[in-house]
């Protein structure tokens, strides 16, 4: 284990826990409103974890931390790419109308 080990895990775990909550938040706003742009929300941010913790565990049990920061660079990419993504799929179908009613 070098220097950064503890910084690298705390770094780690508070990706985990913010991250795993605005996963979370997404991925429940989607399921009240059926929009596939917050579905893609929450799984780049799924992706952005899960490569953070991967690159983590690959240091911790490794102690590669060059193929861990590979790891998490490019889950890190491919979320941003999913996040990119959701800005631009479609929203839900719903739409709201408004009737001018004259008298």
Do not use: P, W
């Amino acid at each position: 284990m070098d220097e950064y080990t503890l910084i690298i895990a705390v770094a780690n775990t508070a990706t985990l826990l913010t991250g795993g909550a605005v996963a979370t938040f997404s991925y429940r706003a989607y399921r009240r409103t059926g929009s596939r742009s917050l579905k893609a929300v929450a799984a780049g941010f799924v992706f952005i974890v899960v490569g953070s913790v991967v690159g983590g565990v690959v240091h911790l049990l490794e102690g590669n931390v060059a193929l861990g920061v590979a790891i998490q660079s490019s889950f890190v990419a491919g979320g941003f790419g999913i996040l990119l993504y959701s800005l631009y799929v479609e929203t839900a179908t719903t739409r709201t109308e408004t009737v001018a009613v004259t008298e």
